[in-house]
Nanobody
Framework: QVQLVESGGGLVQAGGSLRLSCAASGTIYSINAMGWYRQAPGKQRELVAT???????NYADSVKGRGTISRDNAKKTVYLQMNSLKPEDTAVYYC??????????WGQGTQVTVSS
């Protein structure tokens, strides 16, 4: 069973930066992609960014130019660097690990709050 441990969330002022980390542990086979989603109060969970095992990235339009996703395959860790944060970035951020086969694994989420 795979466990995901997220860290790096917190309270930050608008215009600030933060870096989220998500480390996967346990028995892991054939990770296809890792990524981050977020869910703001009263809204649906939405994609923030993903990165495949060969480094291809995909970003939501709302974070393009402000967010950078990266991964360390040896550490089974994915990172999300967010700059120029806005109050609308406030949400619970969830880590995702997608496999070649079978359902994905979700993290428990880490709160990011951006104050104006």
């Amino acid at each position: 069973q795979v466990q995901l441990v997220e860290s790096g969330g917190g309270l930050v002022q608008a215009g600030g930066s933060l870096r989220l980390s998500c480390a996967a542990s346990g028995t892991i086979y054939s990770i296809n992609a890792m990524g981050w989603y977020r869910q703001a109060p009263g809204k649906q969970r939405e994609l923030v960014a993903t990165i495949t095992s060969d480094g291809a990235t995909n970003y939501a339009d709302s974070v393009k130019g402000r967010g950078t996703i990266s991964r360390d395959n040896a550490k089974k860790t994915v990172y999300l660097q967010m700059n120029s944060l806005k109050p609308e970035d406030t949400a619970v951020y969830y880590c995702l690990v997608a496999y070649m086969h079978g359902p994905p694994t979700w993290g428990q989420g880490t709160q990011v709050t951006v104050s104006s």
